[in-house]
């Protein structure tokens, strides 16, 4: 794979799975002395286009965010759909998900991590931009997801 294949090398989010999202995001609100965010459900399929290993996923899952500083911490509890959140909460149980990058030109930067070994796992669309799930867990023991913004 080619030099800093992402066009940069800053972490903006790390993602967590969780049975609760009411409980969790309570206790890391305690724990950061801040208020409890909100959480929403992601979009249905036909908004969202969700995909996973290929095919369409009607997946949904409950987010909540916390902005720290330059980094977001983002809480993911996901429906019993098929989904990259589904399979890794049953496989690994609750924690660390992933770490994310935003990005410039989303399917270039998928054809190239794809040619590099890491195949996409799931994709879709969000109000204001599109996300990608990249199986990089072999190489660097994590998935990264792709973030571009309209």
Known sequence: MEKNVLGNNVITQIGVLVHDIEKTSQAYADFFGVEKPNWFWTD??????????????????????????????????????????????????????????????????????????????????????RYAYLDSFKDLKVLIELLEND
């Open 44 to 129: 249905t399929v036909d908004v969202a286009q969700t995909e996973y290993r290929g095919s369409r996923s009607e997946a949904r899952a409950k987010l909540a965010f916390f902005d720290m500083g330059s980094l977001q911490l983002e809480l993911i509890e996901p429906d019993h759909e098929p989904s990259t959140w589904r399979e890794s909460l049953d496989q690994n149980g609750e924690g660390f998900h992933h770490i994310a990058f935003g990005i410039k030109g989303m399917k270039e930067k998928i054809a190239v991590m794809e040619a590099g070994g890491m195949p996409l796992l799931q994709k879709g669309e969000y109000t204001g931009g």
